[in-house]
């Protein structure tokens, strides 16, 4: 059994009371993160109070999926909890060794590359090159009978479908709302999008993340259940789901 709970669902900065992209799988003892946005961190003490997690996987290095992982560093570093295991593309360091260069980021982070990434834990793991401003990296983490994918941030992609195929929960950006833009490429997805690879992916249930600041929250839902026939979910702090 795997738990997830949504530490932050608002793409770009955090609206007042919520927190940007992050969430905390458990399974059995193993504590893992995927991405700490802005204002994370205070949300995952309410639920590791030592920060001690197990492992930390960060998709891009963009502040709103990275930011508090400085945050949760300094906590393993200064609290004695030895050296994080850090899961991300390499320019992750490159971030927080521009926000915190003393101690320097080696002294921190246990750091692996994403890209090469097969196991975590537990947890099986195949990543996708999916299309955004910068290199991020879809995750799909298994363990036998059990299935999540997320996509980080991405545009339209055909690996979406790879990525999502046959998951027991599909967590996928939604930052637009209404008809697909005309730009070419693209970066980010609509609500309608996400569903539609979903549902190609056959995925069993999807979480919605990533709502631009001020959006309308109900509307995702809404259109994503006219391509989308499972369950469908929309992030929310504190959410716990279990799969």
Same mark, same amino acid.
């Given at each position: 059994? &795997?738990?997830?709970?949504?530490?932050?669902?608002?793409? /770009?900065?955090?609206?007042?009371?919520?927190?940007?992209?992050?969430?905390?799988?458990?399974?059995?003892?193993?504590?893992? %993160?995927?991405?700490?946005?802005?204002?994370?961190?205070?949300?995952?003490?309410?639920?590791? $109070?030592?920060?001690?997690?197990? /492992? %930390?996987?960060?998709?891009?290095?963009?502040?709103?999926?990275?930011?508090?992982?400085?945050?949760? *560093?300094?906590?393993?570093?200064?609290?004695?909890?030895?050296?994080?295991?850090?899961? @991300?593309?390499?320019?992750?360091?490159?971030?927080?060794?521009?926000?915190?260069?003393?101690?320097?980021?080696?002294?921190?982070?246990?750091?692996?590359?994403?890209? /090469?990434?097969? @196991? &975590?834990?537990?947890?099986?793991?195949? #990543?996708?090159?999916?299309?955004?401003?910068? $290199?991020?990296?879809?995750?799909?983490?298994?363990?036998? *009978?059990?299935?999540?994918?997320?996509?980080?941030?991405?545009?339209?992609?055909?690996?979406?479908?790879? !990525?999502?195929?046959?998951?027991?929960?599909?967590?996928?950006?939604?930052?637009?709302?209404?008809?697909?833009?005309?730009?070419?490429?693209?970066?980010?997805?609509?609500?309608?999008?996400?569903? #539609?690879?979903?549902?190609?992916?056959?995925?069993?249930?999807?979480?919605?993340?990533?709502?631009?600041?001020? @959006?309308?929250?109900?509307?995702?839902?809404?259109?994503?259940?006219?391509?989308?026939?499972?369950?469908? !979910?929309?992030?929310?702090?504190?959410?716990?789901? #279990? %799969?």
């Amino acid at each position: 059994m &795997v738990r997830l709970t949504v530490l932050g669902s608002c793409g /770009a900065w955090p609206e007042p009371g919520r927190a940007c992209s992050g969430f905390l799988l458990r399974h059995e003892d193993f504590r893992l %993160v995927l991405d700490l946005g802005y204002g994370t961190v205070s949300r995952l003490l309410e639920h590791c $109070p030592d920060g001690a997690v197990d /492992a %930390v996987v960060i998709t891009h290095a963009h502040p709103d999926h990275c930011a508090d992982l400085t945050a949760l *560093g300094r906590i393993h570093h200064y609290e004695g909890h030895g050296k994080l295991p850090l899961y @991300s593309p390499p320019d992750v360091l490159d971030v927080v060794r521009a926000a915190e260069p003393e101690p320097a980021p080696e002294q921190v982070y246990d750091h692996h590359d994403l890209a /090469a990434t097969t @196991s &975590v834990g537990p947890f099986t793991v195949r #990543t996708w090159r999916l299309p955004h401003h910068v $290199p991020n990296w879809g995750v799909r983490l298994s363990l036998p *009978g059990v299935t999540v994918a997320y996509t980080g941030d991405s545009g339209p992609s055909a690996d979406l479908a790879e !990525l999502g195929a046959d998951a027991d929960l599909y967590l996928m950006e939604s930052t637009l709302q209404g008809p697909s833009p005309n730009q070419r490429p693209r970066y980010v997805e609509t609500a309608t999008e996400a569903a #539609t690879w979903a549902a190609r992916a056959r995925a069993k249930r999807l979480l919605l993340t990533h709502f631009w600041p001020g @959006s309308d929250r109900k509307r995702p839902a809404a259109e994503a259940a006219e391509v989308f026939d499972g369950e469908i !979910l929309l992030a929310e702090e504190g959410l716990t789901v #279990t %799969v």
